[in-house]
């Protein structure tokens, strides 16, 4: 911490002198020059800040803003100052930054430089890129129905900018403490809440009068009649219309191998629609059913006790009520904005029985009835929060020896956290280099998380081990970015039946002891979270690490959401 200190400090100190450095003919006005209007920006908060130029300029802001002509928020903009004049700009100050960067120059400037997507503002600056930038950048275009300018990326970079520094400050919430994780309890969105959420559907508390004989929605299992599953779905759909949602339930029957028909699915769709395009449709979802007990008749037995696995679970806490929390909160506050695209938040049925309720959805509902309808994107949420800060192994002396299903070893200290990418060709390269490069923009600066990253590919290893074998290679990343050549979970449908890009954020499977079992609930995240006495990481309750992991996943996840309503990534192999 003594060397970010360090580095602030000295960005501050260089920020004043940008403007003496340029190569341009005409001087480009310093720092000196803005005044930005507030000492400290609010992260996580669409805050109104003001700009006010002592000279002639003009000014590229790199962060989401809210456009005062359309409403939609858009991706980074470029004003013109004249000298004395103000403007006034909606604009989300990073969640999860320390410094946000404002860039000067000359009055009508087009295009200007940027970062690399694995790299953060401040250490953007701090290379003196600013000064010689050494890469392509943006370039500026005129807006749609609207005065405030959009940008585009661009082989050029215009050559030298000043910039202004401003401190970005997270405010922890009143009521919690530091080991209730409190300090990511507050924005527009935040992991406290979708951690409430996920104890409200998870409460063990005894409630004789329920199905399921507890105050949270156990025994979740799809299908077969099984009123505990009816009940989660009914509360979902009363939770998504209470947030002014158009709630659609897709209920189907498909035939098993036995050839009876079982009422299995039922998709509880939330629907927000577009203003511009309303038949392009992002969708961002995550199944709600958890894994059914292997045989019904025997009782579930604890791996804690037993000292064995067996198969099946009565809460599912981390698979999947993590995702589907996520996708609750995700659409709560997503409600209260207007997109250009269709939003749609589904919670999936039947993911655990080979993701039945994707398939049908992509397959039967927009495929055959409503052809006219193109998925531009979807983001997929399948278990989080038993990784990075926490997941440094297992707790209750559970067995780590084995590697999990994508080859990584149980033995490591720290499990990475997965941004999962597809449809890919090869492992060996990247096939969707554009939305790679997005969950990069979005993780190095706006979640701080520039340290952690890893971009993985497997060019070189082996392919049964390539994923293992490149995060070594890498120095074993806390989070990995790579494409996935393996889809297990409900985004497998939307590639496979749409040819529609994916994002989808994931913690361990095989690796983590109690998945799919009946010790797979909130306690048992919170204690693979917890750090308290390690030799690792900081020190933190298994609270406050999961309240973080569900923080810089779900703003992860809201990032996304609002840079491809503006701009899709199409599908580079169709």
């Given at each position: 911490?003594?060397?970010?200190?360090?580095?602030?400090?000295?960005?501050?100190?260089?920020?004043?002198?940008?403007?003496?450095?340029?190569?341009?003919?005409?001087?480009?006005?310093?720092?000196?020059?803005?005044?930005?209007?507030?000492?400290?920006?609010?992260?996580?908060?669409?805050?109104?800040?003001?700009?006010?130029?002592?000279?002639?300029?003009?000014?590229?802001?790199?962060?989401?803003?809210?456009?005062?002509?359309?409403?939609?928020?858009?991706?980074?903009?470029?004003?013109?100052?004249?000298?004395?004049?103000?403007?006034?700009?909606?604009?989300?100050?990073?969640?999860?930054?320390?410094?946000?960067?404002?860039?000067?120059?000359?009055?009508?400037?087009?295009?200007?430089?940027?970062?690399?997507?694995?790299?953060?503002?401040?250490?953007?600056?701090?290379?003196?890129?600013?000064?010689?930038?050494?890469?392509?950048?943006i370039i500026r275009q005129s807006g749609e129905n609207t005065t405030l300018d959009t940008v585009?990326?661009?082989?050029?970079?215009?050559?030298?900018?000043?910039?202004?520094?401003?401190?970005?400050?997270?405010?922890?919430?009143?009521?919690?403490?530091?080991?209730?994780?409190?300090?990511?309890?507050?924005?527009?969105?935040?992991?406290?809440?979708?951690?409430?959420?996920?104890?409200?559907?998870?409460?063990?508390?005894?409630?004789?009068?329920?199905?399921?004989?507890?105050?949270?929605?156990?025994?979740?299992?799809?299908?077969?009649?099984?009123?505990?599953?009816?009940?989660?779905?009914?509360?979902?759909?009363?939770?998504?219309?209470?947030?002014?949602?158009?709630?659609?339930?897709?209920?189907?029957?498909?035939?098993?191998?036995?050839?009876?028909?079982?009422?299995?699915?039922?998709?509880?769709?939330?629907?927000?629609?577009?203003?511009?395009?309303?038949?392009?449709?992002?969708?961002?979802?995550?199944?709600?059913?958890?894994?059914p007990p292997a045989n019904a008749a025997l009782p579930f037995l604890d791996p804690h006790i037993t000292g064995s696995r067996t198969y099946g679970t009565r809460?599912?806490?981390?698979?999947?009520?993590?995702?589907?929390?996520?996708?609750?909160?995700?659409?709560?506050?997503?409600?209260?904005?207007?997109?250009?695209?269709?939003?749609?938040?589904?919670?999936?049925?039947?993911?655990?029985?080979?993701?039945?309720?994707?398939?049908?959805?992509?397959?039967?509902?927009?495929?055959?009835?409503?052809?006219?309808?193109?998925?531009?994107?979807?983001?997929?949420?399948?278990?989080?929060?038993?990784?990075?800060?926490?997941?440094?192994?297992?707790?209750?002396?559970?067995?780590?020896?084995?590697?999990?299903?994508?080859?990584?070893?149980?033995?490591?200290?720290?499990?990475?956290?997965?941004?999962?990418?597809?449809?890919?060709?090869?492992?060996?390269?990247?096939?969707?280099?554009?939305?790679?490069?997005?969950?990069?923009?979005?993780?190095?600066?706006?979640?701080?998380?520039?340290?952690?990253?890893?971009?993985?590919?497997?060019?070189?290893?082996?392919?049964?081990?390539?994923?293992?074998?490149?995060?070594?290679?890498?120095?074993?990343?806390?989070?990995?970015?790579?494409?996935?050549?393996?889809?297990?979970?409900?985004?497998?449908?939307?590639?496979?039946?749409?040819?529609?890009?994916?994002?989808?954020?994931?913690?361990?499977?095989?690796?983590?002891?109690?998945?799919?079992?009946?010790?797979?609930?909130?306690?048992?995240?919170?204690?693979?979270?917890?750090?308290?006495?390690?030799?690792?990481?900081?020190?933190?309750?298994?609270?406050?690490?999961?309240?973080?992991?569900?923080?810089?996943?779900?703003?992860?996840?809201?990032?996304?959401?609002?840079?491809?309503?503006?701009?899709?990534?199409?599908?580079?192999?169709?």
């Amino acid at each position: 911490m003594q060397g970010r200190a360090l580095l602030l400090t000295l960005l501050f100190a260089t920020s004043m002198f940008a403007g003496c450095f340029g190569g341009n003919e005409e001087i480009i006005p310093d720092s000196d020059d803005l005044d930005v209007g507030v000492a400290t920006l609010i992260g996580g908060i669409f805050q109104n800040v003001k700009f006010t130029a002592t000279e002639d300029m003009s000014i590229y802001i790199p962060y989401l803003i809210k456009n005062p002509d359309t409403g939609f928020v858009q991706n980074s903009t470029v004003i013109d100052l004249d000298a004395g004049d103000s403007e006034q700009l909606s604009i989300l100050a990073p969640p999860r930054a320390e410094l946000a960067i404002f860039l000067i120059g000359q009055q009508g400037r087009t295009e200007w430089p940027t970062r690399n997507s694995n790299m953060s503002w401040s250490t953007w600056v701090g290379s003196g890129e600013a000064h010689s930038p050494s890469q392509g950048g943006i370039i500026r275009q005129s807006g749609e129905n609207t005065t405030l300018d959009t940008v585009n990326s661009s082989e050029n970079n215009g050559g030298s900018v000043s910039f202004q520094t401003v401190g970005v400050m997270r405010p922890s919430a009143p009521g919690y403490g530091p080991d209730a994780g409190g300090g990511f309890a507050t924005g527009i969105m935040n992991g406290r809440t979708v951690y409430d959420r996920l104890h409200e559907i998870t409460d063990p508390t005894p409630d004789a009068t329920d199905v399921d004989r507890r105050m949270g929605y156990w025994d979740r299992w799809a299908g077969q009649g099984n009123v505990a599953y009816e009940d989660a779905a009914d509360y979902l759909e009363a939770e998504l219309e209470s947030f002014g949602l158009e709630v659609m339930t897709h209920r189907f029957e498909f035939t098993d191998i036995f050839s009876k028909q079982n009422p299995e699915a039922i998709n509880i769709c939330g629907y927000r629609w577009g203003k511009v395009v309303p038949d392009e449709w992002l969708v961002f979802g995550a199944h709600f059913d958890i894994a059914p007990p292997a045989n019904a008749a025997l009782p579930f037995l604890d791996p804690h006790i037993t000292g064995s696995r067996t198969y099946g679970t009565r809460v599912g806490a981390y698979d999947n009520t993590a995702g589907t929390s996520m996708v609750l909160e995700t659409a709560k506050m997503m409600s209260e904005f207007d997109s250009r695209r269709t939003m749609v938040f589904c919670l999936w049925s039947g993911e655990e029985g080979g993701k039945r309720g994707s398939d049908y959805w992509t397959d039967f509902y927009v495929k055959e009835d409503h052809p006219e309808v193109t998925v531009t994107n979807y983001i997929n949420l399948d278990m989080a929060g038993v990784n990075w800060p926490g997941g440094g192994g297992a707790p209750h002396g559970d067995p780590a020896t084995t590697p999990d299903e994508d080859g990584y070893p149980k033995d490591e200290e720290v499990w990475p956290m997965r941004v999962y990418i597809g449809p890919t060709e090869s492992y060996e390269n990247l096939s969707q280099a554009g939305i790679v490069r997005l969950s990069e923009w979005i993780g190095t600066d706006a979640l701080g998380l520039e340290e952690q990253i890893g971009t993985l590919t497997g060019a070189g290893h082996s392919e049964d081990t390539w994923k293992y074998d490149s995060w070594v290679a890498s120095d074993r990343p806390e989070i990995t970015i790579y494409e996935d050549t393996t889809a297990r979970s409900d985004h497998a449908s939307f590639q496979d039946n749409l040819g529609t890009v994916t994002i989808g954020f994931g913690g361990l499977v095989d690796g983590y002891w109690c998945y799919h079992q009946t010790c797979d609930t909130l306690e048992e995240m919170e204690a693979w979270m917890d750090t308290t006495g390690k030799d690792y990481g900081e020190e933190n309750t298994g609270v406050t690490n999961l309240v973080n992991s569900l923080d810089f996943i779900t703003w992860w996840a809201v990032y996304s959401f609002f840079h491809l309503d503006e701009t899709p990534i199409e599908n580079t192999m169709s």
